[in-house]
């Protein structure tokens, strides 16, 4: 539904990832300096912790990125040579060049939680990828070291390359059909799904992309209504 801004490398992506049979699990906190939003992203993780690892060790299983051929971790580049002629439809810079953060080790991997099989996460705000808050005390808490104590490593919502500010500003595309919903949307992945930024919510798409679940709000009781949601269908 939205472009955002990668928080581990400043670059803006789509917010859908390439379908690969995973549900995406979205968890849109508004603000990061508004009060409690820290508390509750910190009360979720140790929640998944304390609970045995809730849906993630329930259902699926983890992946061992290391276990894939270094040959099939990359795409065929198609990179020009010097008898090739032009080619208009020729990617330039970075297109030539892309993977998924779940095809190829990462160097602070040790420290983070592995890929997992069915369930994706991803941490979305609406605060600016350069405001002083991400680039000081989340970066922190994003990348672990190994001096960190256990409870700050291997979170299974916290993760650099699934933290994302939804500060890309779009035109509205409802501007004809739903005047009523503004012209421009400052925070178009919270407006998109009308998602009150003061509130927040766990929105859990499909492997399809359609939605799955929305919830109001985002602690830990909204996680144990995504934990119900799979237990609907999920063996």
């Known amino acids: 539904p939205a472009v955002v801004t990668r928080l581990s490398d400043g670059v803006p992506v789509p917010i859908l990832p390439r379908f690969d049979g995973k549900f995406s699990i979205y968890i849109l906190v508004g603000p990061l300096d508004a009060p409690g939003v820290l508390n509750n992203l ?85 605060t600016s990828v350069h405001s002083p808050l991400i680039q000081g005390p989340i970066l922190d808490m994003l990348y672990p070291c190994e001096s960190d104590k256990a409870q700050a490593k291997h979170s299974r919502i916290l993760h650099p390359a699934w933290f ?4 890309i500003p779009i035109v509205s595309p409802y ?31 499909r492997p399809d992309a359609h939605v799955g679940t929305k919830t109001v709000g985002f602690n830990v009781e909204a996680w144990k209504q995504v934990e119900s949601y799979f237990q609907g269908f999920l063996l």
């Not at 994302?164 to 500060?167: C, L």
Request: contains cysteine; hydrophobic residues 30%; charged residues 20%.
């Open 42 to 126: 910190k009360a979720i993780d140790n929640y998944i912790r304390t609970s045995g690892g809730s849906i993630f060790t329930k259902y699926g299983s983890d992946v061992d990125v290391h276990a894939k051929a270094v040959s099939d971790r990359m795409p065929t580049l198609r990179i020009p040579n010097g008898t090739d002629s032009y080619d208009p439809n020729f990617p330039e810079g970075r297109l030539l060049y892309t993977y998924d953060y779940e095809d190829i080790p990462q160097i602070c991997g040790e420290y983070l939680a592995p890929p997992h099989t069915l369930f994706r996460v991803s941490v979305v705000t609406t």
């Open 164 to 167: 994302f500010s939804d500060d």
């Open 175 to 205: 501007r004809e059909t739903a005047p009523e919903a503004g012209t421009l949307f400052e925070n178009p992945m919270h407006q998109k799904w009308a998602i009150d930024p003061t509130i927040g919510s766990i929105v859990v798409a």
